[in-house]
């Protein structure tokens, strides 16, 4: 039965004619299509996701990223998502009067204020998150608790500010992971949501309050992940920040090492944690600008990522290109009289403050 219905200019809103339909249909194709090479790179793998930023707190970016992880499950990944909740927190603790003070960037936790963290966490975002993702299908995902089961285990840190030391609290290093509830979720089919909290090794009915960077870099080393996604607020790297021509698209380990000294504050956990995964043996870690919408997906399956991906050596830039260069040959997307266009061609436990940085998105 022939299709009457008129579909409209995804830009300007006006009807399109048959012809330039076909031209909208064969633009997604070869969208789709694009994605082929790295749906044969990933399928069956894990791949681990820290939820944060801008992402974490508008209404519409939290349903685009549900939606993206539900489509990487269906597309026959495994995705694991790691969150924090900076703001959350921060918001819960002023409405119960206690307060909260910061040192060298990390949130002094008492005795009183980690009891709200966890609820925060366990009981505020952890379920937002879970029901996000299951308004596409009962039981896609559960959450899991950092300190449940022991999944992660921590000591107590401290920090040095000009000189000074200072006890943090309930504030600590993720010192071990064990993976085996998370596993039994994924074998399950379902998307596990985990949650930055830790077991105080040295008092195990204390819980510690970690960053989630680091949270999910460990937990990403402890399933063999095949790649590590960080959402922020920035679109990557930058070498030498303010200048947005310097936003890197791809840095191996060597040179990430000798790079982050000079970085911003607010960026050297996360490029921390993506360094320490990929030297523990992940496939690559990417900082991703979550303030674009399934920016998820843009950096899996397409050729234009969100992002800075740090990989394991220099050699590997050679085989993305080579895997870029595959796709070019497969397909060469439409030009269309429409104006139609792809989209995409264009804290956390320990509660580290971020540094806004702008600029465009990488190209792969």
């Not at 495994?78 to 909260?100: D, T």
């Not at 050699?315 to 870029?324: A, D, F, I, L, V």
């Not at 971020?354 to 998105?361: A, L």
Request: hydrophobic content about 40%.
């Amino acid at each position: 039965m022939p299709n009457d219905i008129q579909h409209r200019d995804p830009v300007t809103g006006e009807l399109l004619s048959k012809q330039e339909e076909h031209e909208l249909a064969a633009v997604k194709a070869a969208t789709l299509i694009e994605s082929l090479p790295w749906l044969k790179r990933f399928s069956g793998k894990v791949v681990v996701v820290k939820f944060g930023g801008n992402a974490m707190v508008n209404e519409d970016l939290k349903r685009a990223f549900a939606e993206d992880m539900v489509y990487l499950r269906y597309a026959g990944l495994h995705p694991v998502v790691v969150h924090g909740g900076g703001p959350q927190i921060s918001a819960a603790l002023k409405e119960q009067g206690i307060e909260s003070e910061f040192r060298g960037g990390y949130r002094v936790t008492t005795t009183e204020a980690i009891t709200v963290v966890r609820d925060v966490l366990a009981g505020e975002v952890n379920r937002e998150i879970v029901d996000l993702v299951n308004e596409h299908g009962e039981g896609l995902a559960v959450g899991v608790f950092g300190d449940g089961g022991s999944l992660f285990t921590g000591e107590k840190k401290g920090v040095v500010v000009d000189g000074q030391a200072y006890d943090l609290g309930h504030v600590g290093d993720i010192t071990h992971v064990d993976p085996s509830g998370v596993l039994a979720a994924i074998e399950a089919g379902r998307i596990p949501v985990v949650s930055s909290i830790a077991i105080d090794d040295a008092h195990p009915d204390q819980a510690l309050n970690v960053n989630a960077d680091a949270a999910a870099g460990a937990l990403a080393i402890a399933l063999k992940a095949a790649k590590l996604m960080m959402l922020t607020d920035v679109p990557g790297l930058y070498r030498n920040w303010p200048d947005r021509d310097s936003i890197v698209d791809l840095i191996a380990v060597e040179e990430l090492r000798q790079l982050l000294p000079t970085l911003e504050s607010g960026m050297i956990p996360k490029m921390t944690a993506c360094l320490d995964a990929v030297v523990g043996g992940v496939g690559g870690a990417t900082i991703i600008d979550g303030r674009i919408p399934h920016s998820i997906l843009l950096e899996v399956f397409t050729l234009r990522g969100a992002g800075t991906e740090v990989i394991p050596d220099p050699s590997r830039r050679t085989e993305n290109q080579m895997t870029h260069a595959e796709i070019g040959r497969r397909v060469a997307a439409p030009t269309t009289t429409t104006g139609a266009h792809v989209a995409g061609t264009t804290s956390t436990g320990a509660d580290l403050a971020e540094t806004t940085q702008k600029g465009s998105n990488r190209e792969h």
